[in-house]
């Protein structure tokens, strides 16, 4: 009996053993002339464009992703940082950072369709869908500016309130069951709860021991949130109720954008030292199952989960252009 279930445990050990969470290289999208870093993505799932915000560039680039080619680049923008896409209307939202506006673009191809004033820094954002609100955080650059996260009224395009920050808002995200918007707020090192419903800030939770948080993602099954920060190169996994930190990872350098899977228990930390930790979520306790190298400066990208995708934008070096490194997030069988 003993030498039996021994040997369960070694072909259950080995099954395990052939599966990897290094994620495949599927295609490469060279984007020609477009300098500088990029910030957030966005994705047309029905129209299969991703629309990538290369701030350096001061465009927005639109890619066909069915020929992998740029169809569109929309330029006249400044630092363009957050975007969001609204695929009932067919609207694309863009932050423009150094012209402090938030700009509405509609048609085919994409024309600007209108403004709202914000503040400088204009960044990140988060979409409520089924409530056509957009949040956009922006300010907190100095004391003369202060720090907000505005609540737009997608439906008539106007501002119905600007919600006072301690320090800058980076990442935002948002909590669709219980109608929560999750903003990290990185110089205080803390996550400000605002309560979508009523539009009011309801909590605080100040991390110990970590600072820098910038990209954020919300496992609803679990309730929980993850937080990555740069003071030290960490994630976080805190109880979304209350805040209280559960768990924490080390992770590379210059974390920028974070994803959950929710379908694979896993999430996908992107850094600006060039690489991708995958990391396994288990109960309460997090653990990292594999490390996928990228590049230096790469530290956008957008998981589409319908696709098993992880799109990763990679900055132009030398005489090499930028280009959208398309990775697949499917487990699959390591060769023997």
């Known amino acids: 009996m003993r030498i039996f279930v021994t040997a369960l445990l070694l072909l259950s050990s080995l099954a395990a053993s052939s599966q990897t969470s290094q994620l495949q290289l599927n295609q490469t999208i060279p984007l020609p002339g477009v300098a500088g870093k990029f910030d957030h993505?966005?994705?047309?799932?029905?129209?299969?464009?991703?629309?990538a915000a290369a701030t350096g560039n001061h465009s927005v680039e639109v890619i066909d992703l069915k020929t992998a080619k740029v169809e569109q680049s929309i330029t006249g923008l400044g630092k363009p940082h957050g975007l969001a896409w609204d695929q009932a209307t067919g609207s694309l939202y863009v932050s423009d950072g150094s012209n402090a506006e938030l700009k509405?673009?509609?048609?085919?191809?994409?024309?600007?369709?209108g403004s709202i004033k914000l503040s400088d820094d204009t960044d990140d954002m988060v979409f409520d869908e089924a409530h056509h609100l957009l949040y956009v955080g922006h300010g907190g650059g100095s004391a003369a500016v202060p720090a907000k996260?505005?609540?737009?009224?997608?439906?008539?395009?106007?501002?119905?309130?600007?919600?006072?920050?301690?320090?800058?808002p980076e990442g935002l995200d948002l909590d669709e069951q219980h109608r929560r918007i999750f903003a990290n707020i990185a110089d205080s090192a803390e996550v400000t709860v605002i309560d979508g419903a009523s539009n009011t800030v309801v909590a605080h939770w100040k991390l110990s021991g970590a600072t820098?948080?910038?990209?954020?993602?919300?496992d609803s099954g679990r309730m929980r949130l993850y937080v990555a920060c740069r003071t030290p190169a960490a994630l976080l996994q805190l109880n979304a109720s209350t805040g209280a930190e559960n768990a924490r990872v080390a992770t590379g350098d210059g974390a920028d954008d974070l994803f959950f899977d929710a379908a694979q228990g896993r999430l996908y930390v992107i850094s600006?030292?060039?690489e991708v930790d995958v990391i396994r979520v288990d109960g309460n306790g997090m653990a990292t199952v594999g490390v996928t190298h990228t590049a230096v400066g790469a530290k956008t990208a957008l998981f589409v989960p319908a696709e098993n995708n992880l799109y990763v934008g990679v900055p132009a070096t030398g005489a090499k252009p930028a280009e959208i490194r398309v990775y697949s997030t499917a487990t699959r069988k390591e060769k023997p």
């Open 41 to 51: 993505f966005a994705i047309d799932a029905i129209g299969h464009r991703l629309f």
């Open 104 to 113: 509405l673009y509609k048609g085919s191809p994409l024309k600007l369709a």
């Open 149 to 168: 996260v505005a609540v737009i009224d997608t439906a008539k395009f106007a501002l119905l309130a600007n919600l006072t920050m301690a320090s800058h």
């Open 212 to 218: 820098d948080n910038v990209p954020m993602a919300y």
């Open 272 to 274: 600006g030292a060039g």
